[in-house]
């Protein structure tokens, strides 16, 4: 979610200050007087009551909640979504009836599509409370593994791309580059012709529950195979991964590889910009290429530490539209909108960093950042900001999601639901990526966005992050000192592509691929 520092309190407030979530009570008056109010209020097309009316009416309620019925939680998220939902007039008004509460709410957003053909919204989805507050707390789940697939006919192929450290497959000896081919006795190459075989993929891949354990088959980047148990366990997610400084002809340059812009974020951020301070580094590399999004308070300081004082002073982040309902006030703090600055001091958001200490700057006036169609949303909003004060943002690696657009997340009854509220534009006014950033020599076959400086380049999964040999970093390295991109991979990419015999469409079935792909108030 965007999170405006005004509206940021201490730890025991942050759900209702910090994720900027409508926490909404009991309204008084039982059981009774809310079925006098909602009598005769039941769906009609064209006709939404106020969303209020339906607020904290739960089939399943806790001591804090009303009794209701499934049928008013979906017509609370009918109203909340005409309300508040920034495409709220390309939404089909649908009765609720025959639909659970999930799949209602799926079906309550545009169908519309971008210019390159793509969903307009591509970003609506849900958690249940207890599950979304661990996530923010860094705490999900899980084998402290960062899954990426490929499609190589006939094979999934199935690919460690980050290790947490201290986690069980850390714990087990996995890295990154490690290949799965077979999860719990199912060869991965059977997605495509056996239904079970993807049921059973992601029950090994995500296991929702802590003390799960499954077996996998392993190949390692040396050729070893071996079989590894891995039992699900509560895992600390890493905002950065790596942050190094590199000697280049001469100069230092600052590499930090950053993957979450959560509430745990900000102080490994300040650490390895507080480093690059102290040595005096000439250049940044950003690698964002995992970087599904979060809170705009992180990627505002982010900026931020990047530009400096001078380029930011009385310079607007991102300002953020609201659909026609909501020209002049948020409505979801009822305060005046009111542009989000480049937040230049700490904030205290569990007591580790006090608010309002200096952050480190550098003061730059270009930066090179690293991308894949995983970094999205509050990540393309720290290089829409950056371009719109006239520092140059060079893009190494491949087009971005395109998610200029965020939300607030809003809880009911058991669940907090995020769909789009809002859209946002830099200084200069600028928001319309829907289809991402591109660097300027994308291969034809690749999906193009917005054209920046840079070159196309792929990620390097036989390499860690943060080595200089690494191919995506190297790339940015290299194009640095040269202003050069390396063509064989242009040539890789194209021959790749020729052979392609098609997409594998069950890969939209993994949840994997289901993961947040940004969020932006959470964005």
Same mark, same amino acid.
């Given at each position: ?175 990154? &580059?490690? #290949?799965?081919?077979? %999860?719990?006795?199912? +060869?991965?190459? /059977? ?7 993807? !049921? ?113 002073? &009385?310079? #607007?982040?991102?300002? %953020?539209?609201?659909? +026609?309902?909501? /020209? ?7 305060? !005046? ?187």
């Amino acid at each position: 979610m965007k999170i405006f520092n005004r509206l940021i309190g201490k730890p025991v407030m942050l759900l209702c200050a910090l994720l900027l979530v409508s926490c909404g009570g009991d309204s008084g008056g039982g059981v009774s007087a809310y079925r006098d109010l909602v009598s005769g209020q039941d769906w009609s097309e064209g006709i939404y009551f106020p969303a209020d009316n339906y607020q904290n009416s739960c089939e399943t309620p806790t001591s804090e909640q009303r009794e209701g019925s499934a049928y008013d939680e979906k017509m609370w998220l009918r109203s909340w979504t005409n309300d508040v939902y920034l495409w709220y007039d390309e939404v089909e008004d649908v009765d609720p009836l025959g639909y659970s509460v999930a799949d209602y709410f799926n079906v309550l957003k545009t169908n519309a599509t971008t210019a390159s053909g793509r969903d307009k919204d591509r970003f609506h989805f849900y958690y249940e409370i207890d599950e979304w507050q661990q996530r923010q707390q860094g705490i999900i789940s899980g084998y402290g593994i960062r899954w990426e697939f490929e499609v190589e006919t006939p094979r999934l192929i199935v690919t460690i791309a980050l290790v947490a450290a201290g986690s069980p497959a850390d714990n087990q000896g996995l890295r990154r &580059g490690d #290949v799965v081919t077979e %999860v719990d006795g199912v +060869d991965t190459a /059977t997605v495509y012709d056996v239904e079970s075989a993807l !049921d059973n993929l992601n029950a090994g891949l995500f296991p929702p529950e802590h003390g799960e354990t499954h077996i996998f088959t392993v190949q390692s980047l040396s050729g070893e195979t071996r079989e590894v148990s891995l039992e699900s366990a509560p895992v600390a997610t890493q905002a950065v991964t790596a942050s190094e400084v590199i000697e280049t002809d001469g100069s230092s340059l600052g590499y930090v590889a950053f993957n979450n812009h959560n509430l745990v974020a900000q102080d490994a951020l300040v650490e390895s910009f507080q480093s690059f301070v102290d040595a005096g580094v000439e250049d940044v590399v950003l690698d964002l290429r995992y970087n599904g999004g979060g809170y705009l308070a992180v990627a505002s300081q982010l900026a931020y530490m990047i530009a400096g004082e001078q380029q930011t002073e &009385g310079k #607007v982040f991102e300002r %953020v539209v609201f659909n +026609d309902k909501h /020209t002049e006030t948020n409505p979801f703090t009822g305060s !005046d909108l009111a542009p989000m600055p480049f937040n230049s001091k700490t904030i205290d958001f569990f007591g580790e960093l006090p608010d309002g200490r200096d952050l480190p700057n550098l003061g730059l006036n270009r930066v090179v950042v690293i991308t894949t169609g995983d970094t999205c949303s509050a990540s393309e909003s720290i290089m829409n900001s950056l371009r719109g004060i006239d520092v140059e943002v060079i893009q190494i690696g491949s087009t971005t999601c395109g998610k200029p657009y965020g939300f607030y997340g809003t809880e009911n009854c058991q669940n907090i639901y995020f769909s789009i509220n809002m859209k946002g534009e830099n200084d200069k006014g600028f928001g319309d990526y829907a289809d991402g950033f591109s660097p300027q020599n994308l291969p034809s076959t690749e999906p193009a966005g917005v054209s920046l400086e840079g070159c196309y380049a792929e990620d390097d999964l036989s390499r860690e992050l943060g080595d200089p040999d690494e191919g995506m970093f190297a790339a940015a390295i290299k194009y640095l000192a040269s202003g050069e991109c390396d063509t064989a991979v242009l040539q890789k990419a194209s021959a790749a592509a020729a052979q392609k015999t098609g997409d594998l469409p069950v890969l939209e079935g993994l949840e994997a691929l289901r993961r947040v792909e940004g969020l932006k108030l959470y964005r």
